[in-house]
Structure formats: C-alpha cells, structure tokens
C-alpha cells in the first residue's frame, strides 16, 4: 500500500468539523462555491437571498468531512441548472428553483456524476418545454429526491451507471418520460410519487425502477 495515501487519509478523518453560516446574494453564490477549498472540513450552511444564479452552478471536486447546504431564502432561480461532479462530500440543495436557458452539455438541469452524496429537497424544476432534456439526471452518483417538483422534460429523472436514485414526494406534469434507466441504474419511488413522475411512460434499458412497495415497473 501507499503509505502517503493512508496518511493522507488519516489527516482528513482526523479533521474536525465546525459549522460555518453565511448569507450570499444570488448573483455572488456561482463565484462563492468556486472560491470555497476542495477539502471541505467545515459544514457550510449558506443562505441565498433572493434573485437569479448564472451561469450554471458548479460542484466539483468537493471532498472529506465537511458538507455544504444550499438554502433559498425568497425566490431564488438556478437559470443555467446545476451540475454535481466528482465530489464525495454531502452537497444539499433547498428551496430552489431550477431552469435552463440554453441547453448544456449534459442537458440536464440538475447533472449529479461520480456524486455519492446529493439531497436535492423542495425544488422546483421546470424545462418550460424548450431547453431541458432531463429533470435530474445521474451517473455514478446517489441521489435523494424530496418533496420537488419536476416538469416539462423530456425525461424527469434519469439513472445511468449503476445510480441509485430515490423520489419521495416527487411530483410533475408535462414530462415526455417519466424514469429512465439504464447502465445498472436504480430508481426508487417512495411515497407520494407517481408510477410515471408526470410522463406519459417509463423507460428501462438495464436497469430497474421499484414502487414504494416493492413492486417492479
């Protein structure tokens, strides 16, 4: 073995943790998660005061003991999406609303990849029938869906390479498809969750979609 790498990991476990509140305007918060150290060692409780968040608001590379929480205070509108990638630490979502004015690379206007540790909680997320192609799309990634909305896509929630993802209260309309898997993905709808998540069908190449009770779809 590495004894570099089990050292290194043994200084992270070591880390504790303190919690660090702040408020940030909308059009600052894209700039402030960017500045913020990959090695998170504090838990971030940020406050976003009202307005609109562009351009896409980036997770990336986010690791160790820390956590950051991300929730609205008054109307706040992720209008380029958000994307989670390469980062093991917790990064929670609330409040939010999520749009996508011209289409990305992921087409998705919430992208989670090599992600274990996403709550997306109370979001309001809406393709508006032009730009989205997927509601919450993930790969590699785990991911916890509460009590949002997802709208107006051509897929409400996608699950690829092994995924596992978990809808509870989760509701739309106007949605192409509803679940998508494929790749070993899993989706698991629990309570309050339509078979269909607002589309008119579901979708499965190699991968399973499971009700709340049990039963396969």
């Known amino acids: 073995?590495?004894?570099?790498?089990?050292?290194?990991?043994?200084?992270?476990?070591?880390?504790?943790?303190?919690?660090?509140?702040?408020t940030v305007p909308a059009e600052g918060l894209?700039?402030?998660?960017?500045?913020?150290?990959?090695?998170?060692?504090d838990h971030y409780g940020i406050t976003v005061s009202s307005g609109a968040v562009h351009p896409t608001l980036k997770?990336?590379?986010?690791?160790?003991?820390?956590?950051?929480?991300?929730?609205?205070?008054?109307?706040?509108?992720l209008?380029?999406?958000?994307?989670?990638?390469?980062?093991?630490a917790y990064i929670r979502l609330i409040g939010l609303k999520v749009r996508l004015r011209e289409p990305n690379w992921t087409s998705a206007l919430v992208?989670?990849?090599?992600?274990?540790?996403?709550?997306?909680?109370?979001?309001?997320?809406?393709?508006?029938?032009?730009?989205?192609?997927y509601g919450v799309s993930?790969?590699?990634?785990?991911?916890?869906?509460?009590?949002?909305?997802?709208?107006?896509v051509g897929v409400a929630v996608r699950a690829s390479g092994s995924s596992v993802v978990s809808a509870n209260g989760v509701t739309g309309s106007g949605n192409k498809v509803g679940g998508r898997v494929y790749r070993g993905g899993v989706l698991l709808l629990s309570e309050g969750t339509p078979d269909l998540l607002g589309g008119a069908s579901n979708s499965k190449t190699g991968g399973i979609i499971v009700k709340s009770d049990g039963t396969l779809l």
Request: avoid cysteine; hydrophobic fraction near 35%; aromatic fraction near 6%.
């Open 1 to 22: 073995y590495d004894k570099a790498d089990v050292s290194a990991q043994r200084t992270v476990e070591a880390v504790r943790t303190s919690t660090r509140d702040v």
């Open 79 to 88: 209008e380029d999406g958000a994307s989670i990638e390469r980062s093991s």
């Open 111 to 133: 992208y989670a990849e090599d992600a274990p540790n996403v709550s997306l909680e109370s979001l309001d997320i809406d393709g508006e029938s032009t730009q989205g192609q």
């Open 30 to 41: 894209a700039a402030f998660i960017n500045s913020l150290p990959r090695l998170l060692s």
């Open 138 to 152: 993930a790969v590699l990634s785990k991911v916890v869906i509460v009590n949002s909305t997802i709208s107006n």
């Open 59 to 77: 997770f990336q590379g986010f690791y160790g003991p820390g956590s950051i929480w991300l929730t609205a205070d008054g109307d706040v509108t």
